[in-house]
T-cell receptor
């Protein structure tokens, strides 16, 4: 039962343009949503998160939007840079002891 | 100075063998985890320890036995290895906070190949 889904396995974007990565979830008990970034041969690193009581959180070039009624979140990267090329994992947490559930990832390629 | 370190990074072994992966964190966190990333790229939680106490055990076969000698270390021992155990195993840690946001700090991963 895949509670966090990323339906696009890959995305290519021109440098300077906006990258939009999407994620859907099924569990209404999730109260925090996160994005992690992963480079090859490295572990995932935390990028940005959003509480379920908010609909937007911004950190520099990265903005996460949450639509609770649609059970959908998205990560916007503006402007995209070649160094942003990585796999992005959407994740969700239902509090307690941080049982974080991950999506399968979207590989972003930013073309110079 | 590596925050979460795992050894070994690569492990190739035969079916039926027993192997261990070690993990150490120097972040002062009180909770540690093992995640498994399989060939389909699912990153799935296996175990979680808080202050040496097992708090999450996600229906993992009992061939997998985690051990936490102290809150800075969480090792994973796997008995009677099977082909399906081939995966990348990630160790992670976090601080248990009043509000658990889900922010985890991961090691670089240990790629296990069972032949």
């Amino acid at each position: 039962d895949q509670q966090v889904k990323q339906n696009s396995p890959s995305l290519s974007v021109q440098e300077g343009r906006i990258s939009i990565l999407n994620c859907d979830y099924t569990n209404s008990m999730f109260d925090y949503f996160l994005w992690y970034k992963k480079y090859p041969a490295e572990g995932p690193t935390f990028l940005i998160s959003i509480s379920s009581i908010k609909d937007k959180n911004e950190d520099g070039r990265f903005t996460v939007f949450l639509n609770k009624s649609a059970k959908h979140l998205s990560l916007h990267i503006v402007p995209s840079q070649p160094g942003d090329s990585a796999v992005y994992f959407c994740a969700a947490n239902s509090g307690g002891y941080q049982k974080v559930t991950f999506g399968t990832g979207t590989k972003l390629q930013v073309i110079p | 100075d590596t925050a979460v370190s795992q050894t070994p990074k690569y492990l190739v072994t035969q079916m039926g063998n027993d192997k261990s992966i070690k993990c150490e964190q120097n972040l002062g966190h009180d909770t540690m985890y093992w995640y498994k990333q399989d060939s389909k790229k699912f990153l799935k939680i296996m175990f979680s320890y808080n202050n040496k106490e097992l708090i999450i055990n996600e229906t993992v076969p009992n061939r997998f036995s985690p051990k936490s000698p102290d809150k800075a270390h969480l090792n994973l021992h796997i008995n009677s290895l099977e082909l399906g155990d081939s995966a990348v195993y990630f160790c992670a840690s976090s601080r248990l906070q009043p509000t658990n946001t889900g922010e985890l700090f991961f090691g670089e991963g240990s790629r296990l190949t069972v032949l």
